[in-house]
């Protein structure tokens, strides 16, 4: 018996083609590029690649290569091509949005500018204007970040660099400046300058990786950490009568006549201020301290510094001031 024109005594090749003659089940057939084997019948044969555009098909349980139908030719994602899509706007336009919108897709087009996009409560999506009252925040949202204006719309809210954390730790990148009182009763960590120019009163710890400098009267009752210390506590009083505010020590500099100096009405638990006759003639022209809010100084309304050069120091406990 022969195989492929192998005499008897021959051996078959072991190297030989896919489709060759030597297959019982395969149509010979050289490689061209772009060919596949195919299925045809009880045999296999090379289908040849067909023209540009076209695509692999059945037919009668065969493959061809067919023409695109006229219904799978080119078309815009919004038309009658598509039973769901409405046909209303077939383009796209720049910033356009495909929404649905009852039970077809249909193009929303970009809204003005400053417009935002909402629902209007009955499962439609709009572009309208923000109106008094609605805010929006530039994203992206950082957890725990103060939120501050953008702009003087009152409408968008922008991150700032300050973080409160859910323990109550106020956090801050840059300088901490208050222009009036401060009081913190948790942790405050300025990353660079803390700047206050009222009365401070810090009752956790406290770290300020830069200068402290507070204009009026500091009281930390924590731990303070910083990497200088500036108090600017000191005022001088040329006139005969003073109210006293933010500053620790007053030096009573007015001459020639008796002087009033005013405690505040209004002050923190352990606020100080020392009082000292800087014109050094208290003795013939007195300094009266007086206490304003109908509060007393260790009982009474007033007490007077008679002595040239000498000063008094006043605290105060919550109920009075006390003579320190």
Known sequence: ?????????????????????????????????????????????????????????????VPIWSNLPADMDSHNLLSARHSDAATTSTAPTNGGLIVGSGGVWHQLVAGAAGQVLESNGSGELLWSSPTTGTVSATLPVVDNALARWDGATGTLLQNSEVLVTDLGALTAAGAITASGDMISLATLDARTDLQVAGVTRLEDAVGVAGALTASGVATVVGNLTTSSLIIHSLEIVPGAWHLLGATELAVITS?????????????????????????????????????????TIDGFAAIPIVADYSSLGFVWNGTEWNIV
Not at 264 to 285: N, R
């Open 255 to 295: 001459t020639g006549a008796a002087k009033q100096v005013v405690l505040p009405a209004s002050a923190s638990i352990g606020q100080k201020y020392v009082i000292k006759d800087g014109a050094g003639d208290a003795a013939a022209f007195s300094i009266s301290v007086v206490a304003s809010g109908g509060a």
């Open 1 to 61: 018996m022969a195989f492929g024109g192998f005499g008897p005594g021959s051996s078959v090749p072991n190297s030989h083609e896919i489709l060759g003659i030597i297959h019982s089940d395969s149509t010979a057939h050289g490689v061209t590029s772009g060919d596949i084997i195919v299925g045809s019948g009880s045999t296999w044969t090379a289908l040849g690649i067909g023209a540009e555009s076209t695509f692999l098909t059945s037919s009668g349980g």
